[in-house]
């Protein structure tokens, strides 16, 4: 069976991005700085930026920088097809 979305389940398997994607999700179109998030999590802002690339790089948030800050924000189609592709597995239909 084809996981095409495993980076998207590995992303979010680990507790720190897990509850960093929930921020980003409360804070919808809007976003968070780094910072931001780091303080909500409780966490050193350079350990978030590692954080952060992962989710990038599962296409889970989208950056968009602003002179020496970068907005964070939840990427919906992502998100959705992660969410998508998981109900299809446990329905015994065929992950896409």
Do not use: C
């Amino acid at each position: 069976m084809s996981r095409p979305n495993l980076p998207i389940f590995t992303a979010l398997g680990q507790q720190t991005r897990w509850r960093a994607f929930e921020v980003l999700l409360e804070h919808g179109e809007q976003g968070l700085l780094q910072r931001e998030i780091a303080a909500a999590l409780g966490i050193e802002k350079n350990l978030m930026s590692v954080h952060l690339r992962i989710l990038k790089e599962a296409d889970l948030v989208s950056a968009e920088k602003n002179g020496r800050e970068v907005t964070y924000r939840v990427t919906p189609a992502a998100a959705r097809e992660a969410a998508e592709t998981l109900l299809r597995t446990i329905d015994g239909g065929k992950a896409a």
